[in-house]
């Protein structure tokens, strides 16, 4: 079983900062890249930010690019999304997803995390 959990969302006026954790557990192999997704009401999930192990890159969504960080600390299996000058467009729920090689399979899978609400209003 492999899990990710999500934390650190939340309520924050416009200009404000919130910082996302996401840890994954379980029967691991090796983690390929994490990252952030979110979805906000009636529109479709988008990428927001991810980070490959391997060679640490990182890639954003274009809304974000210049607000948000993303940093992983793969010794704990953990990713954490910094987000700077939030503003209302940025509420949704945002969701953590891994790519990586759990004991039980042997290949790639995709592993979602649960969702953290994050609500930017005044």
């Known amino acids: 079983q492999v899990q990710l959990v999500e934390s650190g969302g939340g309520l924050v006026q416009p200009g404000g900062s919130l910082r996302l954790s996401c840890a994954a557990s379980g029967s691991i192999y090796n983690i390929v890249d994490m990252g952030w997704y979110r979805q906000a009401p009636g529109k479709q999930r988008e990428l927001v930010a991810s980070i490959t192990k391997s060679s640490g890159a990182t890639k954003y969504g274009d809304s974000v690019k210049g607000r948000f960080t993303i940093s992983g600390d793969f010794a704990k299996n953990t990713v954490y999304l910094q987000m700077n000058s939030l503003n209302p467009e940025d509420t949704a729920v945002y969701y953590c997803?891994?790519?990586?090689?759990?004991?039980?399979?042997?290949?790639?899978?995709?592993?979602w995390g649960q969702g953290t609400q994050v609500t930017i209003s005044s």
């Open positions: 997803k891994s790519v990586l090689i759990p004991r039980t399979a042997w290949s790639h899978q995709s592993y």
